[in-house]
């Protein structure tokens, strides 16, 4: 399960020996109906291929649908620790003989870190031990398997939290109320509005969790149930559904982009395929580039490749079955085409043709009528565009005009990009597109602020033939162009004079930084206004990535990266995404959508914003390693620049045991995280010479606090199903040094908010200080004067909370 990627019928195989065997070529055949692909694989890239045959035409479209949404279920990837405990019994159970039962090397096989360890543990569950032997399933019951684990992998820091709370065998209720209050509960919650748990559930989690029978008390054992079953999930499950608000206009987003996604490997020689359009969509990429070139006589097929390198080709048309087929299979908001087109005319209409063809309805070819394309007027919504494709191109005007072109040595993106060996200089008589990589040399008439639709290289491979025909291509092209219209930009304040929100442009990723670092607060209100792409720069041949957060930090839309290399950047894209129900768009935080807010990424402290400090400690890890090694745990925060940059590790583990290791180090502490709608927590597991073991990347507002055990991610973001952190987590609202004297955090219902704003009129020696609410106006700011000295108390009105925060 954890490995389907995708379903697919079996008439897109790319196994010619399934089409003959099944004669799925005939004509009359039914055959095709009944065929269905599972894919799988653990990356994009290395994937393999499964064919089925039904008995039923309706079987394999409900199986295949049924099954994709249980391996793209978030909920289930993001599973208690108890549930992949399971998963592992149920593997145990059905890996059968022939005769039925369980051979006990499975078991050895499954844990292969410590085989002595494994022998001890089959023996405490009164199991055979011997390699050769096998277990009858009706004696390998859950409860064996428990007994079995809890020997395998004792877990000592959860006696050892256990005895911090009572020396005695049990804890009482009272003792346990006490326990989740004070560890498992989030101290910023409104008690109104979020009410402690009441007796009666309190009891009925003792119930549920304590193994023996004494009613009302819990064990140590219960303890440990507790701390894996599903109150304690590390992520706030509302998080993984669509949560965000999907009705705002699309600049307001962060959209999941993909830049060359036809290539499986490097930029030069790498192999291209329609599959990883397929892979990008199913992951929830909701921005996909095609790079479009003249094909040769006598097809004249347009096809798809990285221009004037060593990767191979692919046909457009087959790609754009490719995504009509994967478009929507997980996410049902907007795919944006991003076109870099070098075609000439007749096969830019035909490529035109096979998107009103192929993607039929879903493509939209006119702008809705409620958002007409002018300036000033916003474009529509992901809900307003759900089911849609819109495609990203040149867009001409109205009389094309006369366009020469020259060949260059390089195109692509590496053209535009200085850093890029052998890129071209600038030419002082055209302008070099980003996208296209063609020198184009305009008439005077023509308004260089805008886009020339363009066609590829050079000019004597063109078609000789009338200007009808190139207004005919352009005709076709432009008729599918409208929200998505690529301009080059000029500056922030010719973009704000034009103020056309359909308007995108493209920049390199060091072209992004240097405008981030002279003109970041100008780059936000560009990004609220309408959108901007960014991409690899050409040195990149290796198809590796740069870190996107201080795009999005920016407020930057479409920050495309190469998918087929799961690296640092890549698994922070793909961390990230996974929630708002994998749906691809992510919504900007407040302050970079308002109108009225100005914002500094490179800010100290930001305005009506509560700064966060996250404490965590690091416990135990269960089952890090195939192998007896040490480990060691790294933890970081990626977020604002402002954010605290210092790494903590842990200690590499005194002896080699990656089954159960124990550190018993100070928690790390992360002081003063200013906006933690935009950071995030990043754990990464090594042994002692550096070899990765797993990662977890955990959007900072999703996390909730307490003990929590983490289930680890591979490098390509799989989940891993035994490998697991056990931590403790703190999140609380940030109190500057200067102010520790200062009245902690409070959590008022409206009523005692009221009351505390009269009792500060009577009672100016009081050293807090509260608001009215004012529910759906924002928040309400008051000043007060303490010993610390100014302060003023911010009521955020979603939860009703008064935050402290100093004033400057």
């Avoid at 078991?107 to 405490?124: G, N, Q, T, W």
């Avoid at 003990?707 to 940030?734: C, W």
Wanted: charged share 20%.
């Amino acid at each position: 399960w954890d490995a389907i990627l995708d379903f697919c019928f079996v008439y897109h195989s790319q196994h010619p020996k399934v089409r003959n065997v099944f004669n799925l070529d005939f004509p009359d055949s039914n055959h095709l109906s009944k065929s269905i692909t599972i894919v799988t694989g653990m990356d994009m890239v290395n994937l393999t291929y499964y064919n089925f045959f039904a008995s039923k035409e309706k079987i394999t479209p409900n199986w295949a649908a049924d099954v994709l949404a249980i391996a793209y279920n978030a909920s289930r990837n993001n599973s208690c620790r108890q549930i992949f405990l399971d998963k592992i019994f149920v593997r145990i159970c059905i890996h059968t003989n022939k005769d039925g039962k369980i051979p006990v090397k499975h078991i050895y096989k499954m844990f292969p870190a410590d085989k002595k360890r494994v022998e001890s543990a089959l023996a405490a569950a009164h199991l055979p031990k011997g390699k050769y032997d096998t277990i009858k399933p009706d004696v390998f019951t859950e409860a064996a398997f428990k007994i079995f684990l809890m020997n395998l992998c004792p877990r000592p820091e959860i006696y050892e939290i256990f005895s911090t709370y009572t020396a005695k065998p049990f804890m009482t209720k009272d003792i346990f109320t006490k326990f989740l209050n004070e560890k498992q509960r989030d101290s910023r919650l409104n008690e109104e509005l979020f009410p402690r748990l009441r007796a009666d559930q309190i009891k009925a989690l003792i119930e549920k969790y304590e193994p023996g029978s004494n009613k009302g008390q819990i064990s140590p054992e219960g303890l440990m149930f507790y701390l894996m079953g599903s109150e304690t999930s590390i992520i706030i499950q509302d998080r993984l559904a669509t949560c965000n608000d999907m009705t705002q206009p699309i600049p307001h987003y962060f959209i999941k982009s993909s830049h060359n996604t036809y290539l499986t490997a490097g930029q030069f020689s790498g192999v291209s395929t329609p599959e990883m359009y397929r892979q990008c969509l199913l992951s929830g990429c909701r921005c996909l580039e095609l790079d479009c070139w003249k094909g040769k006589p006598p097809d004249e097929e347009p096809y798809i490749t990285h221009g004037f390198t060593m990767t191979t080709e692919i046909l457009f048309k087959d790609v754009i079955e490719a995504i009509n087929e994967s478009a929507f299979k997980t996410s049902p908001f907007p795919v944006v085409l991003s076109f870099e087109n070098h075609v000439d005319s007749y096969q830019q209409e035909k490529m035109a043709n096979y998107c009103r063809t192929i993607f039929g309805d879903a493509l939209l070819t006119e702008p809705l009528e409620k958002y007409p394309l002018k300036p000033g007027q916003q474009i529509p919504s992901p809900s307003e565009l759900m089911g849609k494709i819109l495609i990203k191109n040149k867009k001409g005007h109205d009389k094309p005009a006369i366009v020469e072109q020259a060949p260059l040595p390089e195109v692509g993106d590496a053209a535009t990009d200085p850093a890029a060996p052998g890129a071209p200089p600038e030419a002082p008589a055209g302008e070099m597109d980003p996208q296209h990589s063609v020198l184009v040399v305009v008439s005077e008439a023509v308004d260089l602020s805008d886009d020339v639709l363009l066609s590829s290289p050079p000019l004597l491979s063109l078609p000789q033939g009338t200007a009808g025909q190139e207004v005919t291509a352009y005709e076709a092209m432009s008729s599918i162009v409208n929200y998505i219209q690529p301009n080059k930009f000029m500056s922030f304040e010719n973009s704000k004079k034009k103020n056309k929100s359909y308007g995108i442009s493209s920049f390199v990723e060091t072209k992004g930084e240097a405008m981030i670092a002279k003109s970041a607060v100008e780059f936000v209100e560009y990004n609220r206004r309408q959108m901007s792409r960014i991409y690899p720069k050409g040195t990149r041949m290796d198809s590796s990535n740069y870190n996107p957060q201080p795009f999005w930090n920016a407020g930057c839309q479409f920050v495309a990266l190469n998918y087929q290399t799961m690296d640092f950047p890549m698994q922070l894209n793909m961390a990230l995404f996974e929630y708002n129900g994998r749906s691809g768009y992510l919504l900007k935080h407040d302050v970079m959508r308002r109108s009225d807010k100005k914002f500094d990424p490179f800010c100290e402290r930001i305005d009506t914003i509560i700064a966060n400090t996250l404490s965590i400690k690091i416990y135990s890890g269960q089952f890090l390693s195939d192998k007896s090694v040490k480990t060691g745990v790294e933890a970081e925060i990626i977020g604002l620049p402002g954010d605290p940059k210092k790494k903590f590790r842990t200690k590499w583990t005194a002896t080699a045991n990656a089954i159960n290791p124990v550190w018993n180090e100070e928690p790390f502490v992360f002081e003063k995280i200013l906006l933690p709608e935009m950071a995030s927590l990043r754990l990464v597991v090594h042994e002692e010479n550096g070899k990765f073991l797993g990662h977890r990347i955990l959007p900072l507002d999703a996390i909730q606090s307490g003990f929590q055990h983490i289930a680890l991610r591979s490098e390509g973001n799989m989940v891993l199903t035994l490998p697991a952190l056990f931590v403790y987590i703190e999140i609380k609202d940030y109190i500057p040094a200067a102010f520790a004297g200062a009245p902690p955090v409070c959590s008022v219902s409206p009523r005692g908010a009221l009351l505390l704003r009269y009792a500060i009129a009577f009672f100016s020696h009081l050293r807090f200080h509260g608001c009215l609410v004012q529910p759906n106006k924002g928040h309400r700011e008051d000043h007060h004067q303490t010993t610390g000295g100014k302060m003023k108390a911010v009521l955020e009105t979603t939860n009703r909370r008064i935050h402290w925060q100093p004033v400057e």
